[in-house]
Each structure stands twice: as C-alpha cells, then as structure tokens.
C-alpha cells in the first residue's frame, strides 16, 4: 500500500480497529457472565482486562501514521489558526517578506538571465570565446572582436581548440508582399552549428559547404529561428527550399533551428542566420570580410578534450605574434597598440553579451543591496515573532508541562515561521515578476530589454522558495529556541497575560539596533546613488536636450552616393526648416552621449612634428550646417560651417582642442592636420584643414567624462558613413519634430526604409541608465527599510510600554509628570536609535567607500549625506515610537494600579 | 493487574507478533480467540493484556503478514478474522529459528555449567 493510498484508506481502517475492539470487549463481557457476573460488573472487567482501550486504540493508529509528518501537519493546522488569530501581525510579516523576498527574486532573475544562463547546447563549459584585449594609453580595451584572417590563422596554429566559428550579428531587410522590413540575424562560419552540437527544428544546419565565395549547393543558404518559422510559416515544413529576398538577393531557407535558441549572443535574437560569406554580397565595396585590419567577427570554439581553458590561454598568447605577422601588413605590425596586444580566452558557455560589462557590477550592487534589506525583513520579523512568543510564554509553558519536547515546541514556532515565509513567498512572485518589468525599462538597450525572457519560471519559483525558507530559519530560529527554553513553572506562576519576559527583551534590544544600523547603511548608499543622478542631470553639456529629435537615416539603398547623397541631406535639412514649429536642423555622423564616437589624430600642421597614435588622438564627429545652432552650443569665435561644398578644407575645433593643439595662439585661420593610417594596407595619409570656428566645449560619448577636445569636420566629405547619419531636428515640440521629419523624408527620399526616431532627453536618459536603475532601485529599498525600522521600533516600545504599565502607573502616583513619562520612553528609543546609528555609520563608511566607482561628484566621506541620513533614521525612529509614547503617557495611574 | 502489565512489557519486541503468527498457521482466527489461545497454550503464564494484540495486529497488517476479513463466528458474532499469508509464513520462520538461537544463547549464559551440545 503506498503511503498516498493509505492516507486515504486509513478512515477504514481506523473504523475496522475500532468495531473489533467493541466486539472483542463485548464477547469478552458476554463470557464473564456466563460465569454469573451481573452485566455492570462484566463489563467492567472486561475492559479491565483489555487496558487502555483509548490507549490501544490510539497505539493502533499510530501504526499507519509517520510521526514526523502528522505531527507536522497539525503544527501547520495550528499555525494557520494562530495566525488567522492576529492578522495585523500576520499581514506585516507576509507583506514584508514578499517585499523582501520579491526584491530579492526579481533581481536574481534579472541576474541570472543577463549574466549565469548557460546557453541551451550540450557541454555549454566547453564552449570558450576568443577575444582580442587592445592595450591602448588610454587604458586595455577588453573583448574586442577579431576577423576572418585571424580566425583562419588561429585555426592554422591552434592545439589546444577545435571547431573555431566566427559570428558576428547583422541585421537583414525582408523583402515581404506587404515591404521592406529589417530582421535581426547573423552571419556565421559553416561549421557553427555542428560545433555548437544542435539539432535542427526542420530541414538542415549551414555546413562549410555553404560557406564559400559565390554560395553553396542551394545558392545561398539561410537558417532561421524557430520563432521565424512559427510566425511567418506556421511551423510549415515545407517551406525548406523555398527562396526570400534578403538584404537585395535571392535566398534559400534550408533549416531552423531549435525552439529556444536566440544565438551566442545575450539578449539578441535573430531570425536569420547566413554564411560568413555572404556579407560581401550585401556590403558589396564596404566589406570587411577580406580586410585584414577590421574587428568585427566574435570567434567561438571548443576545448580539446583534457584541455583547460587557462592551457588554451597560454596557447594564444604565443599564437598572436604568428597570427598577427601572418595578416598584417610589416607597417601596422610593429605599432606599439599592436604588439601590446593579445588573444584572450574567455568562458562562452554562457554566451556574450555588451549589456554584461555594463550591468555586472550595478547588479551585483544591486543584489547586495536587496540581500540586506532582506536581512533586515528577517531581523524585523525575528523581533516581531519574539514580541510574540512573549505574549504566547504561557502556552509554551503549559504545553512544556503536558510533557511536549523541547525540539517539538521549536518545530511548532518553526513550522509557523515557514508558513508565513511560505505565504509571503507565493505573494514575492508577483512582486518579482512586476519589478523585473519595471527594471527592464532602465536596460538603455531597449531591443534587449524586451527580448530578455524574464518571467515567472520554475528557477524564479526556486529562488522564491530557497529564500522564503533561509528567511524562515532566520526569523524562526531565536524565537524558537527561547520558546523551547522557557523555564516552566515561574512562566506558569504567572498570571495569563502580564508578562516581563526579561530575555526576549534584550534579544529584541539586539536585534532592533542590528536592523537600524542596516537601515542607516541603506539609506546613505540610496543618497550617494541619487546624489549622483542629480549631479550627473546637472552637469554642465554644452548642448540642450529638449525638445531635440534625432532620426537616424537609412539610405544604404538610394541611388544617390557621395557628393549627391551629401546634397540630398542638405535639401532634406532645408525642406525640415521649412515647416511649421521646426527651429533648426542639421545631420551628424554621431550624436551625443549615445556611447559612441568616432577619433581622429591630429596636430597643428605648422608644428612640422610626426603625428604620434594616441598622444595626438581626438574625438571627431562630421557635422552639417546649423548642428551647434540646433543643439544650442555656443559659438566662441569664428563661424559655422555654410552648408555648401566650399565647407571641404574647413573645420571647427571646440576650445579644449583648440587649446591643446594650438596652444597660445589664436587657432582661427590655422591650418590643422589630420593623420590616417589605413589597418589594412599599412598606408600614411594626411589631410590639411583650415579652422574656421570655435565652439565650447560639450560632452561627447559620456556624461561622466569631462567634456573632450573634439574635432568638427563638415560631413561628405568623409563619405564612409555618409548613407547612415542621424538628422538632429528641435521644434517647438517633438511632435512637430517628428512629423517635419517624416513629411521630409517621404517627399525627398521616398522608399527609404523608415527608421525610429529617439528624442534627446530620452538618449541623455538612457546614457544615464544605469545611474538611474540604481538610485530609483536603492531610493526604494532604503525607503522599505526605514518603514520596517519604524515599525519594529513600534513594536519594541509598545511592548516596552505594557511591560511597564504598572511601573509608569506608581510612577504618575508618585508625582512624576506627564513630559517625565515622555522622556522615559524617548530615552529608551534614544538609546537604541544611537547604539544603532553609530553601528551604522562604520558600516555606512564602508559601503560608502566600496560603492566609489558608481558615484559621480559625490565623495564617499560627503558629511552632509551621512548628517541627512542620520537625521532621516532619527526622525524615523521618533515617530515611530511616539505613538507608545502617547499611550504610556494617557496611562490612568489608578487603573494601571487596580489591574495588577 | 499490576503484575499482568509487568509481564506484558517484559515481552521483547516482536514476541508478541511472533506468537500471533503462530497460533494463526494453526488455523485463522478473530483477535478474542487469538487472545485466548495465546493464554491457553501458555498453561496461562503469560497474561498478555488483551488489548495489546490490537496494535500488534495492525502491524502485521501494515507488514502484509497477515490478512483480516469480516466473517460471522461460530456463537453468530460479527467478527475480524485474521489470516496468516504466505510472507507471514516466512517471516515466522526467520523470527522463530532466531529466537531459538537467542533463547540459547541466554540459557547458556544462565547457566554455565550445563552445556547442551
């Protein structure tokens, strides 16, 4: 009989005991007077001579029970009617604990998605990625990408690394019934599905066949996502075969991958994958794929088998001298950056990702900060239990005194902690689902934020659980073990309800400045973070960000190239001014603190000094007409550019670079110099300019830098980047912008695909993300522990207040006045709120000082922060007890008398 | 009474059941009739305290070595009767050549001189 069934069989078996032990009791009286007792004494011989018969029968049970669970399970009974008994004590520790357990889970979930999940592949701890870290005097630039030539030389040498494949992200335009859309994909070597070890959905993987110059066996092959296939083809196998158009040419879909895989790369999922080869097909001149200077392929592959990821290491410092004098040209090859310069081996088991340079250490921050505010949810409701289990000593004792074990009335308190954590769990999910919503939003990388699966799964239910039971035998804990320890019989000599349980006291004296110390903790890190944010909004741009649009274009596929696609911007730009709200507008290669830029060396060209890498190297960004006037920087001196092709030969400097490369003398009218060096061939060329403008400075790629030396040149003329600038637009209002935008570029550039435009504010906003994430996130958790100090004060002191109901009764009768009552209870809460601030502040130093690297223009030690801090916690603390207060104040000193 | 209880927890674990079994190899049973059997066969030397046979009889059921059906007895009384199945068989053997070597063992103990080989 299995343990299930008999627990449903067991009614039965109960009654058929019982009906036997009444017929045996019955025939054994019917034989006791048959020897000539009277029925009253028969029968009481009978059970005389059966026993206990409430005993046996209970013995009888007890057979089909296991101990441990039954009892358990009343214990839960139990529980559920003690807590149905007090809500409000029942509702606080449910709600703190989901607060504290939701906090927790959200975080870890978002933790766990961006940063630990292995990528769904056999042996993903086999799977390493090679990566290049550039040495540069500005500092090591980690994780850079590699291309085809140095991935086939790797191939070439490599002992250590089997099945190398090469993968770089791209998106792709589908050619549909309906227009053009854009899909995200990849291009990626031949052989990288069969070393990533999957097995298609439908049809075939790419194979080296596929990857040659021309197309394979079926032209040009193409994989898509599982995702793809159910959308647009219903799962439909018979779409293997078919032909699309991507990107201008005919493809055909030869397989899908398996349901779940989104590709190497975190949070990107694309639809599409090609052959590396394909590339050259689309990018037709601008290929990267036979240049040997561009980085732009994320190379993968497998361990060796019984090799470790440091011997691969090792293996490919020693390969990059070979690899790099095998596809560099002699004069790149000996640039100091260069042989600087290594091959690194990195783990690829769980994929990459950009936003995890970004986000690991704010989220680290971030689970630090919740795993505290749960302990401080543990130590409040450790104090509340042990207020509590105070009130409760005289049920304790009695159940000590029936004979109950010490272990049984801690597994009592125990079970009953578990079911709150239990409850408050179950409540966490909900919270952590709508916070992971909610911090998704803050992710600047918004097309990542929304493909970052972060839902209520069965992980986040685990952590859920694992939490709400370390939380359990935190809280559950003391209160149990003082529980279990009461001394029986003074508890007992006691009448029910006036209480002084001394121990409890000092334990809730502990705990209380524990959880204020925390709190203080908390809250100076919160100011430090917000701090920042303000400073950061406040720092000084050199630009203005509202009420700016900025459109990116997208007219890789117009007919128009070079000076007439430069001609093109320009009668957009005017057609732009001419409508209604419109201010100015103008195009840039780059905008500002959208995270990157492009450099540029440059020296004065009357200085006759060889330009040096680095040491001479500039922000750069080509600019049109009018940007300075559209972004609202000033012009110190000189003019802008005309907006004409005369522009060419001209440039504008902003004072820092002006200062730095013409130092002392007025740079208008100079000539300056600008040094190329080409990666793939190794070549020199200089380019000669005339500066035109002064401008001040502005911030470029970053809020936290100070504001670079930057170098303006008029745009078309560098016609690298010429079919992808972004329009910068300010109206009256976005709305006006974005409508003048759209009506521009359908009347002049019809049929290019249309892109989304960003405003300003929200580009500042994103570039400030994180800074944002964390003091909106730690402002939060501060706030959560100020309420939990405040009502765990509240507690303390009503209790406090009780306890001496009869001590401030004598007292008022003995003459002592109401404000002297007042001060008796402010000065317990005193004494704690001090104990616990000065704990606090030394552990308010040191998370201060570990939370350096995320602070801008605040210093850890700032007084004022910890000053508002402290404040804030005494305020807090204050009020918290003043309701106590109030009553102990109100008390009747002839009631508090007469009760006792 | 007193004395009864006395040699009812002097019975070692298990000796309870083993004679239960027993007496049910002869021939199936109702827990009265067990009791009484038990008392007869021990020329009443063993005053087992009835009830005690109730949650000695779970056990065996628990452990599938017996099996109980209602029935009617032979004074026409509504009755439980036990039945000793085939693992019941076999596990007395087991109790009872073990408790034979331990019986043994302790009269060797007991009494030193008397070798029995």
């Given at each position: 009989?299995?343990?299930?069934t ?17 017929e ?7 034989q006791?007077m ?9 029968a ?20 089909w ?29 449910i709600?703190?604990?989901a ?16 940063l ?26 980690s ?10 030389s790797?191939q ?24 053009s859309?854009?899909?995200?994909g990849?291009?990626v ?18 194979t ?21 296939w ?7 196998a ?32 694309p ?9 050259p097909v ?11 200077g561009g980085?732009?392929?994320m ?9 470790s990821q440091?011997?691969?290491s090792?293996?490919m410092?020693?390969?990059y ?18 042989e ?7 783990p690829g088991?769980k ?38 289990a105070s ?23 125990l ?33 990542a ?7 209520p ?46 121990k ?5 004296r ?7 110390a ?5 809250v ?6 917000s701090?920042t944010?303000?400073?950061l ?18 007219f ?9 696609l430069?001609?093109?911007y ?5 057609r ?9 507008a103008?195009v840039a ?5 959208h ?16 330009a040096i890498d ?19 920087t ?43 060096r080409?990666m ?27 504001a ?10 560098n ?15 976005l ?5 003048a ?27 400030i ?10 402002g ?15 507690g ?24 002297g ?10 004494v704690l ?6 704990g606090?502040?030394?552990l308010?130093v ?21 000053a508002?801090?402290?404040?804030i ?6 009020a918290?007890?003043?309701?106590p ?16 | ?15 309870l ?25 021990s ?10 046979l109730y ?24 009755v439980?009767?036990?039945?000793i ?23 060797l ?5 008397k070798?029995?080989?």
């Amino acid at each position: 009989m299995s343990w299930f069934t008999r627990i449903f069989r067991r009614r039965n078996l109960y009654r058929d005991l019982a009906d036997e032990m009444r017929e045996h009791l019955e025939e054994k009286t019917e034989q006791f007077m048959r020897e000539g007792m009277g029925r009253e004494e028969a029968a009481h011989a009978a059970r005389r001579a059966f026993g206990n018969a409430v005993l046996i029968e209970e013995r009888g049970r007890e057979v089909w029970q296991s101990p441990r669970l039954e009892s358990i399970w009343a214990d839960a009974k139990f529980a559920v009617r003690q807590l149905v008994k007090s809500p409000a004590f029942t509702a606080t520790a449910i709600l703190t604990l989901a607060l504290g357990i939701g906090a927790n889970t959200g975080i870890f979930t978002l933790t766990h998605a961006l940063l630990l999940k292995s990528l769904p592949i056999p042996e993903p701890d086999r799977l390493v990625r090679i990566a290049l870290d550039i040495d540069s005097p500005n500092g090591v630039v980690s994780d850079q990408p590699l291309n085809a030539f140095l991935l086939q030389s790797i191939q070439r040498h490599t002992k250590t690394l089997s099945g190398l494949f090469g993968w770089s992200p791209y998106d792709f335009v589908l050619k549909e019934d309906t227009g053009s859309r854009i899909y995200s994909g990849a291009v990626v070597s031949g052989n990288t599905f069969q070393v990533l070890g999957l097995t298609p959905a439908a049809g075939r993987w790419l194979t080296p066949a596929d990857d040659q110059r021309g197309g394979g066996p079926d032209g040009w092959a193409a994989v898509i996502s599982h995702r793809f296939w159910q959308q647009h083809y219903h799962s439909d196998a018979s779409i293997i075969g078919r032909h699309v158009t991507l990107t201008d040419h005919s493809v055909t879909i030869v397989g899908v991958a398996p349901k779940g895989f989104e590709g190497v790369f975190v949070a990107m999922h694309p639809d599409f994958y090609l052959p590396l080869e394909y590339e050259p097909v689309m990018r037709g001149a601008k290929s990267m794929l036979r240049q040997p200077g561009g980085l732009w392929i994320m190379v993968w592959a497998r361990l060796m088998p019984g090799v470790s990821q440091e011997m691969a290491s090792a293996e490919m410092r020693t390969i990059y001298p070979i690899a790099v004098s095998e596809t560099l040209p002699a004069s790149v090859r000996h640039l100091a950056v260069i042989e600087r310069s290594s091959f690194a081996v990195r783990p690829g088991g769980k994929g990459w990702s950009l936003l995890r340079p970004q986000y690991a250490r704010p989220l680290l921050l971030l689970q630090i900060l919740v795993g505290v505010v749960l302990l401080v949810c543990c130590v409040n409701l450790a104090g509340l239990c042990l207020a509590r289990a105070s009130t409760r000593e005289h049920e304790f004792a009695i159940r000590g005194a029936l004979g109950a074990e010490r272990t049984r009335i801690m597994q009592q308190v125990l079970v009953e902690s578990l079911l709150l954590a239990l409850c408050g769990g179950a409540l966490a999910i909900f919270f952590a689902w709508a916070t992971d919503r909610y911090l998704l939003q803050f992710l600047a990388d918004r097309e990542a934020a929304a493909s970052l699966s972060v839902r209520p799964d069965p992980f986040t239910l685990l952590i859920a659980g694992g939490c709400a039971v370390l939380c359990a035998l935190l809280f559950g804990l003391v209160p149990g073990w003082l529980a279990s320890h009461i001394s029986i019989e003074p508890a007992l000599r006691r009448s029910g309800h006036s209480i002084a349980a001394g121990k409890n006291t000092v334990a809730q004296r502990i705990f209380l400045p524990m959880q204020v110390a925390l709190t203080l903790a908390l809250v100076v890190v919160a100011a430090m973070l917000s701090t920042t944010v303000s400073h950061l909004r406040a720092a000084h741009l050199g630009f203005r960000i509202d009420n700016t649009l900025l459109a990116p274009a997208d007219f890789e596929r117009l007919p128009q190239k070079g000076l007439d696609l430069a001609h093109l911007y320009r009668r957009i730009i005017l057609r732009m001014e001419q409508m209604p709200g419109v201010d100015n507008a103008s195009v840039a290669v780059s905008t500002p603190l959208h995270g990157m830029g492009q450099t540029g060396v440059f020296t004065s060209a009357s200085s006759g000094k060889p330009a040096i890498d680095f040491t001479n190297r500039y922000w750069v960004n080509d600019v049109g007409a009018g940007y300075f006037a559209t972004l609202g920087t000033r012009m110190l001196a000189g003019r802008d550019f005309a907006g004409e092709d005369s522009d060419a030969g001209t440039c504008i400097l902003n004072r820092s670079a002006a200062n730095r490369i013409f130092p002392g003398s007025t740079a208008i009218g100079q000539s300056l110099r600008q040094t190329n060096r080409n990666m793939n061939v190794g070549q020199i060329t200089t380019q000669d300019c005339q500066v035109i403008g002064i401008v001040e400075d502005a911030k470029y790629t970053s809020l936290r830098e100070p504001a670079p030396p930057t170098v303006y040149l008029p745009f078309g003329v560098n016609t690298g980047s010429l079919a992808s600038m972004y329009f910068v637009i300010h109206a009256a209002t976005l709305a006006e912008a974005r409508n003048a935008w759209q009506k521009a570029l359908h009347e002049l550039a019809p049929g290019s695909p249309e892109t989304d435009p960003i405003s300003f504010a929200v580009q500042f906003d994103d570039s400030i993300a994180r800074e944002r994430l964390l003091s909106v996130l730690s402002g939060f958790f501060a706030a959560l522990a100020l309420l939990l100090s405040g009502i765990g004060i509240y507690g303390l002191m009503a209790s406090y207040v009780t306890q001496r109901t009869t001590e401030i009764g004598v007292r008022m009768a003995l003459g002592a006045t109401r404000g002297g009552i007042f001060a008796l209870v402010m000065r317990q809460v005193a004494v704690l709120l001090v104990v616990g601030a000065v704990g606090g502040g030394c552990l308010a130093v040191f998370a201060a000082h570990s939370i350096k690297t995320f602070l801008f223009d605040v210093s850890p030690g700032n007084p004022a922060i910890f000053a508002a801090a402290v404040l804030i916690l005494v305020g807090t603390g204050f009020a918290a007890a003043m309701l106590p207060a109030r009553r102990a104040v109100s008390i009747e000193p002839m009631q508090a008398l007469r009760s006792e | 009474m007193t004395n009864s209880k006395q040699e009812a927890r002097d019975l070692f674990p298990g000796a309870l059941e083993m004679m239960i079994l027993e007496s049910l190899r002869r021939q199936p049973a109702h827990g009265y009739a067990l009791v009484q059997h038990i008392q007869q066969r021990s020329n009443n030397l063993l005053q087992v305290e009835e009830g005690s046979l109730y949650p000695a009889l779970q056990r065996l059921l628990k452990e599938k070595l017996v099996k109980a059906e209602w029935g009617i007895s032979a004074t026409n009384r509504r009755v439980r009767i036990y039945q000793i199945t085939a693992a019941g068989m076999k596990h007395l053997e087991r109790e009872k050549s073990s408790f034979e070597q331990m019986f043994e063992g302790i009269a060797l103990v007991l009494n030193p001189g008397k070798a029995i080989s």
